[in-house]
């Protein structure tokens, strides 16, 4: 770590930069699920030729399954009118709340096949399906990135930011996620071999 470094100031810089939550899903071996993402984004400036990109916790299971199965859909959720908000936070706290290692997480969900055999979430706003065909490991995640190979719009509605999800979400969903971020940090600091804090 560099001694001079303005953390505050990297802070001011780096975070909410990607302001969309998204809903990963994926399937090897016969074992689908999915989680929720902040660090999404488009992975090629050819629109004829897309491509997107993610990165995931190497603590996670979507992790261990993308990087099995090398497929994946990336979903947009929706914003606007409570029904759709509601189905948007369901999905939010259906999959980013707790680990696929712990039990099935999409069976409440709504599902269908994508043409990867990742399941699309119908709720969701839209999504693009993903061929991975790089992957970089950054200690802590592995960074994928994939051939857009399939992409549909489920329904009109704005996209869900995160600051207007993070208002509508459950007071008690959110403290016992953010309760819980202790042991993803120090998940990561374990994989950049920094030292870990106390839980
Ligand atoms: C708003 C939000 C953003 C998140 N961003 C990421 C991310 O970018 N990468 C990641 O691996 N996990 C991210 N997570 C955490 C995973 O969604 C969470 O750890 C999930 O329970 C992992 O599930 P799994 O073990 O079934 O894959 C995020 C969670 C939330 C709620």
């Known amino acids: 770590m ?5 953390l505050a100031a990297a802070d001011a810089v780096l975070s909410g930069l990607r302001p969309f939550p998204v809903a990963v899903t994926t399937t090897a071996g016969g074992r689908a699920n999915g ?38 859909a990336m979903h947009l959720l929706a914003g606007g009118d409570d029904d759709v908000l509601a189905a948007s936070l369901a999905i939010i706290m259906t999959l980013g709340g707790s680990s696929g290692r712990d039990g099935d997480k999409l069976a409440t969900l709504a599902t269908k096949p994508g043409v990867t055999g990742s399941p699309i979430l119908t709720d969701a706003l839209s999504y693009v399906e993903g061929r991975v065909v790089a992957s970089l490991d950054t200690e802590e995640n592995t960074l994928f990135l994939a051939d857009v190979v399939a992409a549909d719009r489920l329904r009109r509605a704005p996209r869900l930011d995160i600051g207007t999800a993070w208002k509508a979400l459950p007071p008690e969903w959110t403290q016992s996620y953010e309760r819980g971020l202790v042991h993803e940090y120090n998940a990561a600091r374990r994989g950049r071999g920094l030292p870990e804090q106390p839980v």
Request: charged content about 25%; proline content about 2%.
């Open 35 to 72: 989680l929720i993402s902040l660090s999404a984004g488009a992975g090629s400036v050819l629109r004829e030729a897309p491509r997107v990109q993610i990165s995931l916790a190497k603590r996670n299971l979507t992790h261990d399954l993308v990087k099995e199965s090398g497929v994946f």
């Open 2 to 6: 560099t001694e001079s470094l303005d």
